[in-house]
């Protein structure tokens, strides 16, 4: 089955710099990957997605890019907010819907 | 609109109760999940509905029980549940279940605390 690590698994970063997370999968034949925030005591929000016949997408202060190549995938999130302080949580999925999640990434944003 | 809603928020309940989760959405969406999530942990994938039919079960033991009425709504029945079935239960949705790519909306949990 798919197998989808995520690193670093902490993150912290001062307002207005930048973030980076990334996740590697091994099944060559995933081809969507979502991204989810999760804040404390809430479930998680989809905040972007791509999938594999794109190589990058942007929405305002975020951003995907996809490797297919190398199995990778990362999310950039540009001039970070406090409220960007959330564990963010990438999948990828397959033939199927089922959703294969990684490990999560706790981003503190320092005011 | 692509809001999921869940009740109750929080639910403390002795391990000889009987309980249920409920979850909602009007997004006609006809792929409904269960997934049970632990601290600082990834969702881990209970059930699928597909049109209103289990679809996967992923080996969830026997005193969880799901159902659902119809396509806008799903339960999660409780019975006999140990303190390690304590964790957030999310439920989400998509369009359809199967080949291809959709996206999943998730509510925001029903924090479970068995005693």
């Known amino acids: 089955g798919e197998n989808v690590e995520q690193h670093p698994s902490t993150l912290s970063v001062q307002e207005g710099d930048s973030a980076v997370i990334k996740c590697t999968y091994s099944d060559s034949a995933s081809n969507y990957f979502p991204w989810y925030k999760q804040e404390l005591g809430k479930g998680p929000q989809l905040i972007i997605d791509?999938?594999?016949?794109?190589g990058e997408k942007k929405d305002q202060r975020i951003a995907v890019t996809l490797n297919k190549t190398a199995k990778h995938f990362s999310l950039h999130i540009t001039e970070t907010q406090p409220e960007d302080s959330a564990v963010y949580f990438c999948?990828?999925?397959?033939?199927?819907?089922?959703?294969?999640f990684g490990t999560g990434t706790s981003l503190t944003v320092i005011p | 609109d692509t809001e999921v809603t869940q009740t109750p928020k929080h639910l403390v309940m002795g391990m000889t109760n009987k309980k249920s989760l409920k979850c909602e959405q009007h997004?006609?969406?006809?792929?409904m999940y269960w997934y049970k999530q632990k601290a600082k942990k990834p969702p881990e994938l209970m059930f699928v509905y597909s049109y209103e039919k289990l679809s996967i079960n992923e080996s969830v033991p026997s005193r969880f029980s799901p159902e659902c009425p119809n396509s806008s709504l799903l339960n999660l029945h409780l019975h006999a549940l140990q303190p390690e079935d304590s964790a957030l239960y999310l439920c989400a949705s998509s369009q359809v279940w199967g080949p291809g790519s959709y996206e999943q909306y998730f509510g925001p949990g029903t924090r479970l605390t068995v005693t």
């Open positions: 791509i999938r594999s016949n794109v």
């Open positions: 999948a990828a999925s397959s033939t199927g819907n089922q959703f294969y």
């Open positions: 997004m006609g969406h006809r792929a």
